[in-house]
């Protein structure tokens, strides 16, 4: 019997201190990623909701913001990016849509092609744009819908004129800094 997005909320109340997603009916139990890719998405985020906020273009979330997704799936980017106007209102339960931007972050534990997995699933089911961090590499592959993806290095920014224009972040700006 397939596990649905209520089943998922009981099973979260029951065990709160895990992260969990909905995929296929079944409950995955997402382990913590670890220091350095959390601090990335954290420092990603900061970039993003720094400029989102001030001038209220949408919501920006971590990891523990659940989105359930058109195909019943409740799945957490590292980071979610939606539009004010297809959002005006916060929510203490799951996101019933799809953000417009995700990110996802890898940790010594993803597998890339996993992650390319649950990228590709967001934009078919109508993400606009996600990403792949990988701090392994210092790069960015960005996947837009109907598009080759794009690989950005330190260097680059990462823009995204179609949701956010005039918002840009340095490559180079989000990997953990040294203090030597």
Not at 15 to 41: F, K, T
Not at 108 to 117: I, N, P, V
Request: negative net charge.
């Amino acid at each position: 019997m397939a596990l649905t997005a209520q089943d998922l909320k009981i099973f979260q109340a029951q065990h709160p201190d895990h992260r969990l997603e909905l995929v296929n009916g079944e409950i995955i139990v997402m382990s913590p990623c670890g220091y350095e890719s959390d601090e990335i998405a954290l420092e990603i985020g900061a970039q993003l909701r720094n400029w989102v906020r001030p001038r209220r273009c949408g919501r920006v979330t971590g990891s523990s913001a659940g989105f359930v997704l058109p195909n019943s799936d409740t799945r957490a980017p590292d980071v979610s990016f939606v539009r004010a106007e297809r959002m005006p209102y916060t929510t203490e339960d799951y996101a019933q849509l799809v953000p417009d931007l995700i990110f996802e972050v890898r940790s010594k534990t993803d597998r890339l092609d996993s992650l390319r997995a649950k990228i590709r699933q967001f934009l078919e089911l109508g993400t606009t744009v996600g990403a792949l961090v990988d701090y392994q590499t210092q790069t960015i592959e960005v996947c837009r819908r109907n598009a080759e993806p794009i690989t950005l290095h330190n260097g680059d920014r990462f823009t995204v004129p179609e949701l956010l224009p005039g918002w840009e972040m340095e490559v180079s700006s989000i990997w953990a800094p040294e203090f030597n």
